[in-house]
């Protein structure tokens, strides 16, 4: 069984402080996705990281594949209340199934 | 305009009696996909179609059936619930093309409460 382990699981910090949100998996994924999703709504997908080491910016927010495709990184920075929500990383596999984290819940105070 | 439609967003059902989950989509697209997701977890992969070829996942529960009666609509059954099904219900398509990147679209998911 592929599975992806996220950390932390709850996160709660101060805006205008910077964090890091881990993912990680003993197995090697085609490709891994980062999504938000918000109370009530399905996720939203953020970005899809294809090559090892390859880092992706979306604004304030990194993402990076691990050298070796098992493990991605979601650093934000300068947080902002309206980036609270629950992130997920899903690993691509085969028949472009997904395989979910069990997700970061992020809460940015003001 | 919204892509994805689940209907209703929040269904109560009783124990034991069957309900049914609609999803529709705008996108024309082949592929459509039926996630569970409780409190605090991740959502996780019930079955999806490729046009009308239904792929099952090895531990969805017989409990849990399916129906895509055109490209547009799909279907989750859920014949007799019980209290462990209390979930939120996601349906996602994508378009069924050869690349990897692929998006997948989410609908806003049906909260799903048996009493």
């Known amino acids: 069984t592929q599975l992806l382990e996220q950390s932390p699981q709850f996160l709660s910090i101060q805006e205008g402080e910077n964090l890091t949100v881990y993912c990680n998996s003993s197995s090697v994924f085609s490709s891994l996705q980062w999504y938000r999703q918000e109370p009530g709504e399905g996720p939203v997908l953020l970005v899809t990281?294809?090559?090892?080491?390859e880092v992706k910016k979306l604004k304030r927010l990194t993402f990076q594949f691990g050298d070796a495709r098992k493990d991605s990184s979601l650093h934000i920075t300068a947080a902002q209340p309206g980036d609270t929500g629950l992130y997920l990383c899903a690993g691509v596999r085969g028949a472009q199934k997904l395989v979910f984290g069990q997700g970061t819940r992020l809460t940015i105070n003001p | 305009d919204a892509m994805v439609i689940q209907n209703p967003r929040y269904q109560v059902t009783q124990f034991g009696k069957p309900v049914t989950l609609s999803c529709s989509q705008t996108l024309n697209h082949n592929v459509m996909y039926w996630y569970q997701q409780k409190s605090s977890q991740a959502p996780k992969l019930l079955f999806h179609?490729?046009?009308?070829?239904?792929?099952n996942e090895a531990d969805t529960p017989d409990n849990f059936q399916s129906r895509r009666p055109n490209t547009s609509f799909c279907f989750l059954d859920i014949r007799s619930p019980g209290l462990g099904d209390a979930a939120m219900y996601l349906c996602a398509t994508r378009g069924g093309g050869s690349e990897y990147q692929e998006t997948q679209y989410f609908g806003p998911g049906t909260r799903l409460l048996v009493l």
């Open positions: 179609y490729y046009d009308k070829d239904f792929n």
């Open positions: 990281v294809v090559t090892g080491g």
